[in-house]
């Protein structure tokens, strides 16, 4: 079962987001600021597979943060942003540091829920896909007694 965390400072936005993503079979924790969403990926073990972040929280710059976190941690989790406060500057910005997609909570005539479990499951084939290239070239690395950068040889 794939882990989400979702970050948002707005109570029933956070909640909406994580009682849908419940229904859909995801684990879901959550954060209420920027801080608390920081320290939710620090501390989770293993590192969460997918966090939704809001863009705007404590400052302008709030999501940036959580995505820069989330990749420091696993450069694997998919980080998705949400906004109410959509423009492109921003997008461009988050999607260079490796966000999987940039989503606006208040798009008219777009069920965003909707929107938002297309893009999640979207992102989690995108990391399943990552980390089975990833094991595959391991194996092949180990068959073929080549050093995979990173691994320390004595490491088995």
Do not use: W
């Not at 882990?3 to 707005?10: P, S």
């Not at 801080?35 to 293993?46: F, K, L, N, T």
């Not at 590192?47 to 940036?64: A, H």
């Not at 990391?127 to 690395?141: E, K, P």
């Amino acid at each position: 079962m794939y882990r989400i965390l979702v970050v948002d400072d707005e109570d029933e936005v956070r909640d909406a987001v994580g009682r849908r993503l419940r229904r859909e079979g995801y684990q879901v924790d959550q954060a209420g600021s920027h801080e608390e969403g920081v320290e939710a990926i620090r501390r989770a073990e293993p590192p969460y597979d997918l966090i939704v972040t809001d863009m705007v929280m404590e400052d302008p710059q709030s999501g940036v943060r959580i995505l820069e976190t989330a990749l420091s941690r696993d450069i694997f989790s998919e980080v998705i942003v949400l906004t109410a406060y959509g423009n492109v500057g921003n997008a461009v910005e988050c999607m260079r540091r490796g966000a999987f997609d940039y989503v606006e909570k208040n798009i008219p005539g777009v069920d965003v829920y909707e929107l938002l479990i297309l893009k999640i499951n979207q992102a989690m084939e995108r990391r399943r896909m990552s980390i089975q290239a990833l094991r595959r070239y391991a194996d092949i690395a180990r068959q073929e007694h080549i050093e995979m950068p990173g691994r320390n040889p004595t490491d088995g």
